[in-house]
């Protein structure tokens, strides 16, 4: 396990110094920094969201941008604070974290399902610090916060030269975890759904433009391919309910849950490795651990109701470690077929 403040210490600056060159080089072939001008290019400016229906989002913004300012426990204090308030006014909301909880942690008692549902949203509360941590907080003071456990699976995975699929899922720091790693790896991309909110959602564009090469709509599979093929590691989380076409039915947390398979189809085609990168929160909220699995090199198989298993199988052992920290308000459960019944309906 590396120790916190990775960026700067011992290999890491070597690893650092040699990204930066490739970075150089390519900004000479104009590959890189045309990238990074494309995505520059489509930020819409700031001032363009000052009609009233956006000013409770900039006065909550305001008050984000001084939350970053303090020391980061200060910080989770006051996350984990927002989040009980959040749990009071959520409604349906806190009603689906509850079963999901329930569903999937029935040896738990009653008791106890509502204590980590309620520990859910503690855990949202500060989700919703980091996301500010991830658009002002300086790289120096997130580097000092990431202990990063499996690292050589990640310079194994790199030295194959070709593409790398990010496994991930909907996680805590995941938005400060990819600047943390900024300077251990190439560039990245990222899948992603646009944010309903366009405020919101031109703040996270711009937060992961530092540290993002390319974002990649969740419906762009050429773009997904070809930032496979040119060798670009891609953050992809396939681990939210699917009703598209081919969606098949696979345990999720022992629960069965619909599911996309389409990983195998992307690890056979563009021959890229899949590599699960796991972040989480550290009990004593003192910082952040990125946890590399190595490589899923079985992947793909013959059966891509195997393959999705075999992920929903790693999804499953890093929630159980953490359980208060997986996304748990979304309806993971809906849409399977008869004879199951949405669980939400009650």
Request: aromatic share 8%.
């Amino acid at each position: 396990m590396l120790p916190r403040g990775l960026i700067n210490t011992g290999d890491s600056q070597q690893k650092t110094a040699a990204f930066q060159a490739t970075k150089k080089a390519d900004s000479r072939t104009g590959q890189h920094s045309n990238t990074m001008q494309r995505m520059s290019s489509e930020h819409t400016p700031l001032w363009h969201f000052w009609q009233p229906r956006y000013w409770p989002l900039w006065i909550g913004l305001g008050l984000l941008r001084v939350i970053v300012l303090l020391p980061h426990k200060a910080r989770m204090r006051l996350g984990a604070w927002l989040g009980k308030l959040t749990y009071i006014v959520a409604g349906s909301r806190a009603n689906v974290a509850h079963k999901n909880i329930e569903l999937c942690f029935p040896e738990l008692t009653a008791e106890q399902q509502n204590a980590l549902t309620r520990r859910h949203f503690e855990s949202l509360g500060k989700t919703a610090i980091e996301m500010g941590m991830g658009w002002w907080a300086p790289d120096e003071d997130l580097n000092k916060l990431f202990v990063v456990e499996g690292e050589e699976h990640l310079d194994e995975v790199l030295r194959r030269d070709r593409g790398v699929i990010l496994l991930c899922g909907h996680f805590p720091a995941v938005e400060i975890s990819g600047r943390a790693m900024s300077g251990k790896m190439p560039p990245m991309a990222a899948m992603y759904r646009p944010n309903k909110n366009p405020l919101l959602g031109e703040f996270m564009r711009r937060s992961r433009s530092e540290s993002i090469s390319e974002l990649i709509s969740k419906d762009s599979v050429r773009q997904l391919l070809r930032a496979l093929k040119n060798g670009t590691p891609v953050w992809y989380a396939p681990d939210q309910a699917y009703a598209g076409k081919g969606a098949i039915l696979a345990d999720f947390c022992g629960v069965p849950a619909m599911c996309n398979p389409a990983t195998t189809q992307l690890l056979k085609t563009s021959k890229a490795s899949l590599l699960p990168f796991l972040p989480s929160r550290l009990p004593d909220d003192s910082g952040y651990k990125i946890l590399f699995l190595p490589p899923m090199d079985e992947l793909p198989g013959e059966d891509p109701q195997t393959d999705t298993q075999a992920i929903n199988d790693v999804f499953t052992g890093h929630i159980r470690r953490n359980p208060e920290q997986y996304y748990w308000v979304h309806r993971r459960f809906k849409g399977r077929p008869e004879p199951f019944t949405n669980p939400y309906d009650d």
